[in-house]
């Protein structure tokens, strides 16, 4: 495969959309003010977290000005039955969890939706309800794959035999809670109907698949479904696929005859769009007495709902990290009484990594070794798990590199021993890892006689700066400079491509357009001038993916972390956090480290403050808004840098690059909980790390 | 939310006589608080009385020392004010540790004294709560209670107030002037909140159509050496966990004055008066102010999952003691 000439790729292009979102004229779904005779739905939540609907009484509010519509399981449109059955929006009586949506009103106003909403009446038969996660929970499956389609159990040699026999081991399980994408801009949807053809301007991370969902739902020809997406405010997983809005204003269109709009609120977002599932997580780690694994083992418990199945890939990161010739990973899902968990910012790596990198750094303390040495002493030539080679693969040079730039060298390995003042002080340094995926996508790149270039595509810029990657990506390909170029994306009408997803977008959507422009920078060269109506070609990489096999494909990194805590409050600071990443060539360095460090901020987040709170006796996470679902403030973040190690890698894709949106994410966690472990002496080992974990297990101040 | 009337006020009596002729008005401040709680369906006023446009936005530094705040002064203002940065280091801190500057831009002094709790049970209105629903139940004693009341709680409610700078006023013993339908009084801000006993749902004692005017902080001269301690979840941008508002006087190594308050584990901020009494007169030392905390929290009451705040308040306590009394640097 051979990598195109580079001019525009690799350099800062600051973000072309940049000005119109900071004036307010990039128009999200929610603010489309052109359209007209605009009416409102607000969802209704179920109170309880399982049982029936007996009955819902509409008539104190069904003929008051304004209310144009209450939609209940008994009047609201079939929709066909898919596999997402959270999207079969009041299609039961049944409760399936505490916050579905069991009822909406629609109006001329928002806020008389809203109220109205408030006020009706519903009448339940409550059944008693299973929603606590536990280690031993009676409802234990072992599911068919994990997500989207890993082997649920792996196992190779003889893992009991070895951890009995190794010279070091560790045992531990590891606990993360329940977390909530919360993305900036809520989901939010636009639905017009034209008689049978629908048109949604909606918040998500791929408009072909909202079109090709919402065709299904509805019975339609996917041509009669038009979806629109040109800025989305966010998504982290949580816009992966159609969610609840989409579905909720299109019946609500159809039943009123109007446009209908439906921005979620904050509380919405806790119940009805997906959240990573809660993981409790047993690693055993065996070692021989130079530190090499023999044994690798990780186990993971998490949740699903009652409603359909997602089971986080939890262990999958475990499979290919280290070498060890004994191995096992396995997982197991309790069906509960709740939301059904999906996506959020690498699902499996993300809460996998906290576990594996903490009881790697628990090991180093057993082997007395460095961390870091450990880490290179267990480095696999080829992948684990296939015996593939890798692509490329370069943890131990982002290892070296950051901990020459955070100054690793020379760390006294003793916790709890450095004071400034109430301030106890230590540093911790996690791996880093995330797939190198691609997917099929289709792509047109068309001349136009002025000299300039429009490539038309559905990829999402959900804030990643993938409009920008593409416009660079396309220069380059078609040899010419990034002003005479324009990508227009965000929009179904342009064909399949896949979603803003699996941190494959770039590469995905670059590839169909490196093949796009790449085909018409030739076309153009046969015809020498452009005809007045211009040249166009069409491209498909569903070739290319397919024979993408031979390597696995695989990003790397190292987080370094320096933490604090006050040994009379238990409070934690990080004022330093460094990561190096090994993840291929880097189409924009802005965007990418923007990325990047927003990875990071977010494994911060999780490390320190991040929890879904559940209340057992109602089934629902009650710190539902931002006021009481702590993410990590400006104040919590100081000294953040990312950095890359220069990689080439020739099979990837035609790029050379991998993905980094998710990356950031992964090991953060586990780099702080090292770091606080190395400050304190103190391991906590389900997060966040809270003050009120810490305080009464430090010590007592000598000094 | 609820459709309601909304009247902008041109003179105290006037918004005075506005609500008090109606039961479910309610004052308008900065709306920081009540408009959310609004949008929440947990306040549902009928009619909204605007008072921002009166008179009361300035800070009066008297001759006698004492210092006399607006009930409209914003946040932001009153903890920028000269006389608050230099005379009282403790409200200017305790304000700027509240919020986030938006917030800080808008709030008002008298609406942040009139904040309701942040107790996720009370701001749900799917769910009992006491405070809201007088008779429905505490959700909060077995369910989520991790920031709720180790101090002060009843039976029916354990919620604690939000504000920060009312910890720092409690502190200086401050004074509230109210004005209302049978004329001005004066009331200890210590007696404006109080504790829920048999009724959680009454926050204050002020009397429907009161009208907060002011507060006036006494002159204390050693507040100058006062501070404001706030440990909170993150770094910024969140509602104490725990927070001590203190000024101290040491003089040859004795305690010749002090003034303590605690935030955020009570449903009102405690003023620590056994502490005080058992620290003037004693040696400014670390063990004395243990000791002095100690006794005041002696009352405290834990429940499953906050009972870490009975040693985190009494940590930050002796630490903000000794840092007064220059006894660490």
Known sequence: MSVTATRAVGSALGRIEGPAKVTGAAKYAGEQDDIQDVAYVWPVQSTIAKGRIRHIDDAPIRDRPQVLAVLTPDNAPHLQPLADAELAVLQTRNVAYRGQIVAAVVAQTLETAREAAEQLQIEYDEEAHDVELTQDHQSLYKPEHVNPSFPTDTEQGEVDHALATAAFSVDHTYETPALHNNPMEPHATLAIWHGDELTLYDSNQGAYSVQQTLAQLFDLDPAAVHVMSQHVGGGFGSKGTARVNAVLAAMSARLVRRPVKLALHRHHQFAVVGYRTPTIQRIKLGADADGRLTAISHDVVEQTSTLM???????????????????????????????????????????????????????????????????????????????????????????????????????????????????????????????????????????????????RITASDIGTGARTALTQIAADALRVGTDVVRV???????????????????????????????????????????????????????????????????????????????????EVRVPRLLGVFGVGRVINSRTARSQLIGGMTMGLSMALHEEGVLDPAFGDYVNHDLAEYHVASCADVTDIAAHWVDEQDDHVNPMGSKGIGEIGIVGTAAAVANAVHHATGVRVRDLPIRLDKLLGRLPTRTG | ???????????????????????????????????????????????????????????????????????????????AHPAVRTGLPVLSQALLAGASGQLRNMATVGGNLLQRTRCVYFQDVTKPCNKRRPGSGCPARTGQHRNLAVLGGSETCIATHPSDMAVALAALGAQVAVTGPDGDRGIPLEELHRLPGELPDQDTTLRHGELITGVAVPALPFAERSAYRKVRDRASYAFAVASVAAALDVHDGLVRDVRLAFGAVAPKPWRAHIAEDALRGRPATAAGFRAAVEAELAAAVALRDNGFKIPLISNITVGLLQDLAGARS
């Not at chain 1, 992948?383 to 943890?395: N, V």
């Not at chain 1, 699996?502 to 015809?527: F, I, N, Y």
């Not at chain 2, 459709?3 to 609500?19: H, I, K, L, T, Y």
């Open chain 1, 488 to 570: 227009d994306i965000g929009d179904s009408a342009f064909g399949q491509a896949n979603i803003a997803g699996g941190s494959m977008g770039t590469a995905s959507w670059g590839w169909a357009v490196t093949k796009a422009c790449t085909e018409l920078r030739e076309e153009v060269g046969r015809h020498g001038e452009i005809p007045v109506d211009g040249i166009e070609v069409h491209a498909d990489t569903s070739a290319e993916i397919e024979a993408r096999t031979g390597y696995k494909f695989q990003g790397f990194g190292a987080q370094f972390a320096e933490a604090r805590v006050n040994v009379d409050t238990g």
């Open chain 1, 309 to 455: 199945e997602f089971a986080e890939q939890t262990a999958i990161a475990t499979r290919i990290m280290y070498a060890a010739p004994n191995r096992r990973t396995t997982h197991r899902l309790a069906r509960l009484d709740m939301p059904t968990p999906r996506w959020m910012r690498a699902p499996g790596e993300c809460p996998g990594m906290y576990a594996l990198e903490s009881a790697m750094d628990e090991l180093a303390i057993e082997c007395d070794l460095d961390p870091l040495e450990l880490r290179i002493r267990n480095e696999p030539a080829r992948d684990p798990e296939s015996g593939k080679p890798w692509s490329s693969r370069s943890l131990v040079e982002c290892l070296r590199d950051g901990a020459d730039r955070f100054g690793w060298a020379g760390r006294d390995p003793r916790p709890a021993v450095r004071y400034d003042g109430s301030w106890l002080v230590g540093t911790g340094v996690a791996a880093s890892t995330y797939p190198a995926y691609a997917g099929p996508a289709t792509a047109a790149a068309r001349a136009e006689r002025d000299g300039t270039f429009v490539v």
């Open chain 2, 1 to 79: 939310m609820k459709a309601f009337q909304f009247s902008r006020a041109d003179s105290a009596a006037g918004a005075v006589r506005s609500v008090a002729a109606n039961p479910r008005a309610m004052f308008l401040g900065g709306g920081t608080n009540l408009v959310d709680l609004m949008k929440l369906g947990v306040e549902r006023p009928d009619e909204l009385v605007d008072i921002t446009r009166l008179p009361f936005d300035r800070v009066h530094l008297d001759a006698d020392g004492t210092v006399r705040i607006g009930a409209n002064v914003r946040n932001s203002d009153l903890a």
